[in-house]
């Protein structure tokens, strides 16, 4: 397949908030909603400790450990990682918080679409497929690191400022798609998701 260097546009999200953890409060008596705290709790057993970002009750501030490290030496934690924990780093906090394979571990469910993120765009070259393209297009590459859980559909209405019913009558007409001819009414942003948007002259 013949892939050319095309002037596009790669719009990058970043996440600027921790995911929000459902559980059980044992003091409100009912699932309540957690959030990071973005501290660390690090607690020192012999030669090993254990880590965790605390995690508080958006209702009643009970904490809940989120555990991040297990009986593990200090002396095994890579470089300036110990003395990140140490300090509360917030960008440590931050990366942590949005680390869906912790969260995975620790058996914790977060509500996707608490996290808060930031889009930014640059002009860049995206190599496309020449099969893709019909006509005048605006290529536009979405970067999506974190696998965060957001709709097609929504961010481009948001991020084109046009209303979810355009986005819908252009994706009808064509002239919204994906370049390997996604339903974008349907799927979530995948990382390195291709959009083309048809120019009509």
Same mark, same amino acid.
């Given at each position: 397949?013949?892939m050319?260097?095309?002037?596009?546009?790669?719009?990058?999200?970043?996440?600027?908030?921790?995911?929000? #953890?459902i559980r059980?409060?044992?003091?409100?008596?009912?699932?309540? *909603?957690?959030?990071?705290? $973005? !501290?660390? /709790? =690090?607690n020192?057993?012999?030669?090993?400790?254990?880590?965790?970002?605390?995690?508080?009750?958006?209702?009643?501030?009970?904490?809940?450990?989120?555990?991040?490290?297990?009986?593990?030496?200090p002396?095994?934690l890579?470089?300036?990682?110990?003395?990140?924990?140490?300090?509360?780093?917030s960008?440590?906090?931050?990366e942590?918080?949005?680390?869906?394979?912790?969260?995975?571990?620790n058996?914790?469910?977060?509500?996707?679409e608490?996290?808060?993120y #930031?889009?930014?765009?640059?002009?860049?070259?995206?190599p496309?497929s *020449?099969?893709?393209?019909? $006509? !005048?297009? /605006? =290529?536009?590459?979405?970067q999506?690191?974190?696998?965060?859980?957001?709709?097609?559909?929504?961010?481009?209405?948001?991020?084109?400022?046009?209303?979810?019913?355009?986005?819908?009558?252009?994706?009808?007409?064509?002239?919204?798609?994906?370049?390997?001819k996604?339903?974008?009414?349907?799927?979530?942003?995948?990382?390195?998701?291709?959009?083309?948007?048809?120019t009509?002259?």
């Amino acid at each position: 397949m013949h892939m050319s260097y095309l002037k596009g546009e790669t719009w990058t999200l970043t996440p600027v908030s921790s995911y929000k #953890i459902i559980r059980n409060c044992p003091k409100c008596g009912t699932k309540s *909603l957690f959030q990071s705290t $973005g !501290n660390f /709790r =690090i607690n020192a057993n012999k030669k090993c400790v254990d880590i965790w970002l605390i995690y508080q009750c958006e209702n009643c501030r009970s904490t809940y450990n989120l555990t991040v490290f297990e009986r593990v030496s200090p002396k095994k934690l890579p470089g300036e990682l110990y003395k990140k924990f140490q300090e509360n780093n917030s960008g440590l906090a931050l990366e942590i918080g949005t680390a869906k394979e912790i969260f995975e571990k620790n058996r914790a469910v977060v509500k996707e679409e608490s996290i808060s993120y #930031i889009v930014t765009k640059e002009d860049t070259e995206i190599p496309v497929s *020449l099969q893709a393209l019909e $006509g !005048n297009c /605006r =290529i536009i590459c979405i970067q999506n690191p974190n696998d965060l859980k957001i709709r097609a559909d929504k961010f481009l209405a948001e991020q084109l400022s046009i209303s979810r019913s355009k986005v819908k009558h252009l994706i009808a007409d064509g002239l919204l798609q994906g370049s390997k001819k996604e339903n974008l009414e349907k799927i979530h942003l995948a990382n390195s998701l291709l959009i083309l948007l048809k120019t009509v002259a």
